[in-house]
C-alpha cells in the first residue's frame, strides 16, 4: 500500500512538473499583446511632476525645475516658464531625444541648459533662443543633431556658438546648424565650427567687421566667408552697379519672418 501511494505521488508530481514546463508562456513571443521589444519600450523618467508633455524635476532646495520634453513630434514648442508656481530654469540632458520640432522656442527664464540637452538625430527646422543677462550653457547638442535656422535674441553681444556644437567625429557625426542669423548688437562671435552654414547678418559688412572673433586676427567678412556664406541685410532691393551688372555682395531681407536672400532677376 505504501508503494503504491508512492508511486501515485510521483506519477501527480511527475504530471505537474511536465505540465509547468511544456505550457510555460513565452514572454518573447510577438503572439503576446502585451510583449514590448526592449528597444520600444517606452523611456521612464523620474520626475516629480508631469503634464503629458514635459517631465518636471524639483530642485534639492525646491525653488526651481528642471525640464525634459516626453511629447512626440511637433510643430511648434514653448518651453514652459513655470509650472505650479515654481519657476522653470533648467533644460536638462536629453531634454530632446530623438524628436522632429517645427520651432523651439526657449525664452530666456531659461539660464542653464545642460550637456547634450538635444541629441539622437533631433531635428528643428527653427530654434529661438532668448539668452537672459546671466546663463550657462551646456554643449547643447550631441549625435548628428540638425538645427535648420537658428535666430539668437536677448542678451547677444557676446554670442557663442560652440556651446550649440559637439564636433563629433566617427562615432558621433557632426552636428548641422545650416543657417543663422546673427544681430547687429553682437560684438563678439565665436563660432569654429563655421562649415557649410549659411549667416545672415542683421547689418552692413562694415558692421560685421567691426565684431571681435576670439582668437583671430582676421576681419569676420574673410573668416566666416571662407567657410561658411555670409549674407547682408538690406530692407529694399540693393541698386544695381554704375555699370548695370548685378549688386556687389550678398543681401538678405524678411518674407514672412523668415530670412529671404535678395536674387537679382534681369528685364528683358
Given at each position: 500500500m505504501k508503494r503504491f501511494l508512492t508511486l501515485f505521488l510521483s506519477l501527480i508530481l511527475g504530471i505537474s512538473t511536465f505540465s509547468f514546463v511544456g505550457c510555460k508562456q513565452d514572454n518573447n513571443s510577438n503572439d503576446n499583446d502585451n510583449y514590448v521589444p526592449p528597444e520600444q519600450a517606452p523611456v521612464i523618467y523620474d520626475y516629480d511632476y508631469t503634464d503629458g508633455k514635459w517631465a518636471y524635476f524639483l530642485s534639492d532646495d525646491n525653488t526651481y525645475l528642471s525640464v525634459k520634453y516626453i511629447g512626440g513630434d511637433v510643430d511648434e514648442l514653448t518651453v514652459p516658464t513655470s509650472y505650479n508656481g515654481i519657476p522653470v530654469t533648467t533644460i536638462k540632458t536629453e531634454a530632446f531625444l530623438g524628436v522632429k520640432i517645427g520651432k523651439l522656442?526657449?525664452?530666456?527664464?531659461?539660464?542653464?541648459?545642460e550637456d547634450y540637452s538635444m541629441t539622437s538625430y533631433t531635428v528643428i527646422d527653427k530654434l529661438i533662443i532668448e539668452y537672459p543677462e546671466v546663463y550657462d550653457h551646456g554643449v547643447g547638442l550631441y549625435n548628428s543633431v540638425t538645427i535648420k535656422l537658428f535666430e539668437p535674441r536677448g542678451n547677444v553681444e557676446d554670442l557663442n556658438f560652440e556651446p550649440l556644437w559637439y564636433p563629433g567625429g566617427i562615432v558621433n557625426p557632426r552636428n548641422s546648424i545650416r543657417k543663422a542669423i546673427i544681430p547687429k548688437e553682437t560684438k563678439s562671435l565665436t563660432y569654429r565650427y563655421c562649415t557649410n552654414s549659411i549667416l545672415f547678418y542683421k547689418g552692413t559688412i562694415?558692421?560685421?567687421?567691426?565684431?571681435?572673433?576670439?582668437?583671430s586676427g582676421a576681419l569676420p567678412s574673410n573668416l566666416f566667408n571662407f567657410a561658411c556664406e555670409v549674407y547682408y541685410y538690406s530692407e529694399i532691393e540693393p541698386e544695381l552697379n554704375a555699370d548695370g551688372t548685378a549688386y556687389d555682395g550678398k543681401y538678405w531681407r524678411y518674407v514672412n519672418n523668415e530670412p529671404v536672400v535678395w536674387e537679382y532677376t534681369p528685364i528683358n
Amino acid at each position: 500500500m505504501k508503494r503504491f501511494l508512492t508511486l501515485f505521488l510521483s506519477l501527480i508530481l511527475g504530471i505537474s512538473t511536465f505540465s509547468f514546463v511544456g505550457c510555460k508562456q513565452d514572454n518573447n513571443s510577438n503572439d503576446n499583446d502585451n510583449y514590448v521589444p526592449p528597444e520600444q519600450a517606452p523611456v521612464i523618467y523620474d520626475y516629480d511632476y508631469t503634464d503629458g508633455k514635459w517631465a518636471y524635476f524639483l530642485s534639492d532646495d525646491n525653488t526651481y525645475l528642471s525640464v525634459k520634453y516626453i511629447g512626440g513630434d511637433v510643430d511648434e514648442l514653448t518651453v514652459p516658464t513655470s509650472y505650479n508656481g515654481i519657476p522653470v530654469t533648467t533644460i536638462k540632458t536629453e531634454a530632446f531625444l530623438g524628436v522632429k520640432i517645427g520651432k523651439l522656442t526657449i525664452l530666456d527664464n531659461i539660464t542653464t541648459i545642460e550637456d547634450y540637452s538635444m541629441t539622437s538625430y533631433t531635428v528643428i527646422d527653427k530654434l529661438i533662443i532668448e539668452y537672459p543677462e546671466v546663463y550657462d550653457h551646456g554643449v547643447g547638442l550631441y549625435n548628428s543633431v540638425t538645427i535648420k535656422l537658428f535666430e539668437p535674441r536677448g542678451n547677444v553681444e557676446d554670442l557663442n556658438f560652440e556651446p550649440l556644437w559637439y564636433p563629433g567625429g566617427i562615432v558621433n557625426p557632426r552636428n548641422s546648424i545650416r543657417k543663422a542669423i546673427i544681430p547687429k548688437e553682437t560684438k563678439s562671435l565665436t563660432y569654429r565650427y563655421c562649415t557649410n552654414s549659411i549667416l545672415f547678418y542683421k547689418g552692413t559688412i562694415d558692421d560685421f567687421n567691426k565684431i571681435e572673433v576670439p582668437d583671430s586676427g582676421a576681419l569676420p567678412s574673410n573668416l566666416f566667408n571662407f567657410a561658411c556664406e555670409v549674407y547682408y541685410y538690406s530692407e529694399i532691393e540693393p541698386e544695381l552697379n554704375a555699370d548695370g551688372t548685378a549688386y556687389d555682395g550678398k543681401y538678405w531681407r524678411y518674407v514672412n519672418n523668415e530670412p529671404v536672400v535678395w536674387e537679382y532677376t534681369p528685364i528683358n
